[in-house]
């Protein structure tokens, strides 16, 4: 019988990143790193305050808010963000997520595709 390799990561053990705005934080769990068979998943973590800026990706994305709160611009629609609200966003989709609190907001993005394109676009940056 085979077995395809199962892989498991502790968040604690992976790096953040600062990839977009200042105060953005980003721990890929699975990506071209610690590669999958077709997604990627990261938590990101906004300071107060911050946002991610609008930007898009070539592969549709999963968003689930863990912690904190804040608003959220997917597409041509605006959603308050809470813990427990998934979010999905087409290729393509205009995103940002914009921490209007004073605690970190936190959210888990699952993307389809483990090497995907992401594009800044000009418009709204801050929150």
């Not at 953005?24 to 990261?42: N, Q």
């Amino acid at each position: 019988m085979f077995v395809k390799k199962v892989k498991a990561v502790k968040l604690s053990d992976v790096e953040a990143v600062q990839p977009l705005q200042p105060g953005c934080y980003e721990r890929w769990i699975f990506d071209k790193r610690t590669p999958t068979e077709g997604v990627a998943m990261v938590v990101a973590t906004f300071a107060p305050q911050k946002c991610s800026g609008l930007h898009t990706h070539d592969v549709e994305e999963l968003f689930f808010m863990l912690k904190g709160g804040g608003r959220a611009i997917v597409g041509d629609k605006e959603y308050r963000l809470e813990p427990n609200l998934a979010i999905y966003a087409p290729p393509e989709t205009p995103h940002n997520f914009i921490n209007t609190e004073d605690e970190p907001l936190v959210l888990l993005a699952v993307l389809g595709g483990r090497e995907f394109k992401t594009t800044t676009l000009q418009g709204t940056t801050q929150p």
